[in-house]
Structures are given as structure tokens and as C-alpha cells.
């Protein structure tokens, strides 16, 4: 198992390019937890989990710690996307490892609009 995880970070150590986009790619997901994290504010006032056009109340509440799931979010996302961006270099290649952290990116990105338009929305009700 050690001999495994020395082995890969020797081969993502080589592959410049792709160690320097995971650093980007880490420290955009530690910002994005920062941010997120310093604008979750504890209340008794609930905030909007989901929208429904199907229902009879189209705005559904939750407490104020559902928004605790974006910070795990963008954790889980950070770690889980670097082990496979690692993993795929070594199996399959550089290319498809850079696809990938490029995509995890992308996913940290979706996640903090997502994140900063339901944060916005505890202001509406």
C-alpha cells in the first residue's frame, strides 16, 4: 500500500502540468469551503432546500444546517477527484487524467454558483 501511494505521487511528481493543475484545482475547492463556510449563518429561520412546479407549494424549507452539504461537497469532490486524477495517470495517462481535474473544476465552479445562488435565496422569504 505505501510502496502504491509512493509510486503514484512519483509519477504525478513527473508530470508537471498535471500537479500544477490539482494544486489549482485543491486550492479552488479549500476557497470554495472557506467562502461557503464563513456564509453559513446558524437561525431559526428555515432556508429553501428545493423548487417544485409540481406541488402546491413550490419553494420546500430545510433547517439552516442542509447548507453544511455544499462544504461537504466541495470536500468530497476535492479529495475524490485527485485520487482518480492520480489513479488515471498512472492507468490510463496523462491525457485523461488532465480531462479529468479539468472536470472536477468545472464541478467546483457548477457547485460554488449553485451554493452562492441558494445562500442569496434566505433573503427572498
Do not use: C, N, P
Not at 16 to 43: D, K
Not at 57 to 65: M, V
Not at 104 to 111: E, H, K, V
Amino acid at each position: 500500500m505505501k510502496s502504491t501511494i509512493i509510486k503514484s505521487l512519483k509519477e504525478l511528481i513527473k508530470d508537471r502540468y498535471l500537479l500544477v493543475l490539482l494544486v489549482v484545482f485543491l486550492l479552488a475547492s479549500v476557497i470554495y469551503s472557506i467562502i461557503i463556510g464563513l456564509s453559513i449563518h446558524s437561525s431559526e429561520r428555515q432556508v429553501i432546500s428545493h423548487y417544485s412546479a409540481f406541488g402546491i407549494t413550490h419553494f420546500y424549507f430545510d433547517q439552516w444546517f442542509y447548507l453544511l452539504s455544499f462544504l461537504a461537497f466541495g470536500l468530497i469532490v476535492a479529495v475524490m477527484h485527485t485520487i482518480i486524477a492520480i489513479k488515471l495517470l498512472i492507468i490510463k495517462g496523462h491525457s485523461l487524467a488532465v480531462m479529468f481535474a479539468w472536470v472536477g473544476i468545472g464541478i467546483i465552479l457548477l457547485g460554488w454558483s449553485t451554493a452562492s445562488t441558494v445562500l442569496s435565496l434566505r433573503t427572498l422569504l
